[in-house]
């Protein structure tokens, strides 16, 4: 099965993969991932999610905590948490592929309430695990479709949601649960998260964070860090510099304007605190990512 699963993932996505080796398809939230080649580390805010590797390797890292991981195994992530990523085992003759779904709240929220009550966990943002056979079959089942719109126009859905199922139903479960268990700490941390991700160049009040968390802020302290990893302040400072590197890289920002442009208002600041997460200052680092995607090109 994971052959099958392997061969139709490797089909569409040499058929229909973009220049950022990425193929979209027709199922909302689902994307196949390819690379011919080691990347360089990708920084960036993962949502909550699922990726099922089925060739090749990859590392992806949350605050001091690293995970490697191949085929056969997936990676789990339950809320928005800044990660570095970096695909550690492809090449042209063996290429890096994973199907990326995108985990849908409410879903699991009607799957939780039709399962009925069971433990949930909240603490663990970022897990490896080996892939379940029956989430192997159901994404193999989906990706067969692809061929058959009609059908995938009729399918599609509830295949997406047996996707969901399965995964509540196996070891991520209790990991998940907790993205759909009403007014959770999940529930409730997300909610202060969106509000940092809208206005992330925004001075930021603890307090109104706690008020959209309906806690008070000793407790949103304690459970912000435990389902992040971060501080408020911390998870927003790397909101911004993620946001200002994207900006550089991706559309030939000015340093300046890109550190204005996130919130920064000293560029000096900027420049000490980029070279702390990205491990150089940004000139260099845009530069040797510039490289690099050049010659990956």
Same mark, same amino acid.
């Given at each position: 099965m994971t052959d099958q699963l392997l061969d139709h993932a490797r089909r569409y996505a040499d058929a229909h993969v973009d220049r950022n080796g990425v193929a979209a398809t027709p199922v909302e939230g689902l994307v196949i991932l390819r690379e011919m080649a080691p990347t360089m580390l990708q920084y960036a805010v993962s949502k909550p999610m699922v990726a099922l590797v089925l060739q090749g390797g990859k590392r992806v890292s949350m605050g001091s905590r690293s995970f490697d991981f191949g085929a056969g195994e997936s990676l789990l992530i339950t809320t928005d948490v800044p990660t570095v990523s970096q695909i550690t085992k492809a090449s042209t003759i063996l290429p890096y592929y994973s199907l990326v779904l995108e985990l849908d709240p409410a879903i699991v929220a009607d799957l939780v309430g039709q399962i009925g009550p069971a433990p949930f966990e909240a603490d663990q943002p970022v897990r490896v695990d080996p892939t379940e056979v029956e989430i192997a079959d159901a994404a193999l089942r989906l990706l067969r479709l692809f061929d058959r719109p009609s059908t995938l126009a009729v399918l599609g859905q509830q295949l997406r949601r047996e996707l969901h199922y399965w995964l509540?139903?196996? &070891?991520?479960?209790? !990991?998940? =649960?907790?993205?759909?268990?009403?007014?959770?700490?999940?529930?409730?941390? *997300?909610?202060? %998260?969106?509000?940092?991700?809208?206005?992330?160049?925004?001075?930021?009040?603890?307090?109104?964070?706690?008020?959209?968390?309906?806690?008070?802020?000793?407790?949103?302290?304690?459970?912000?860090?435990?389902?992040?990893?971060?501080?408020?302040?911390?998870?927003?400072?790397?909101? &911004?510099?993620?946001? !200002?590197? =994207?900006?550089?890289?991706?559309?030939?920002?000015?340093?300046?304007?890109? *550190?204005?442009? %996130?919130?920064?208002?000293?560029?000096?600041?900027?420049?000490?605190?980029?070279?702390?997460?990205?491990?150089?200052p940004p000139a260099r680092d845009i530069r040797q990512a510039r490289a690099q995607m050049n010659v990956a090109a």
């Open positions: 509540l139903s196996g &070891r991520h479960g209790g !990991a998940i =649960r907790a993205l759909g268990v009403t007014d959770s700490h999940a529930q409730r941390i *997300a909610r202060a %998260v969106a509000l940092l991700r809208t206005h992330y160049a925004e001075p930021v009040r603890i307090e109104a964070l706690a008020e959209a968390a309906g806690m008070s802020l000793s407790a949103f302290h304690v459970h912000f860090r435990n389902i992040t990893s971060l501080t408020p302040l911390q998870f927003q400072k790397q909101l &911004r510099l993620i946001e !200002a590197r =994207r900006r550089m890289l991706a559309l030939g920002t000015a340093i300046s304007d890109a *550190a204005y442009g %996130v919130g920064y208002e000293s560029v000096p600041q900027f420049t000490r605190e980029y070279g702390r997460m990205f491990g150089q």
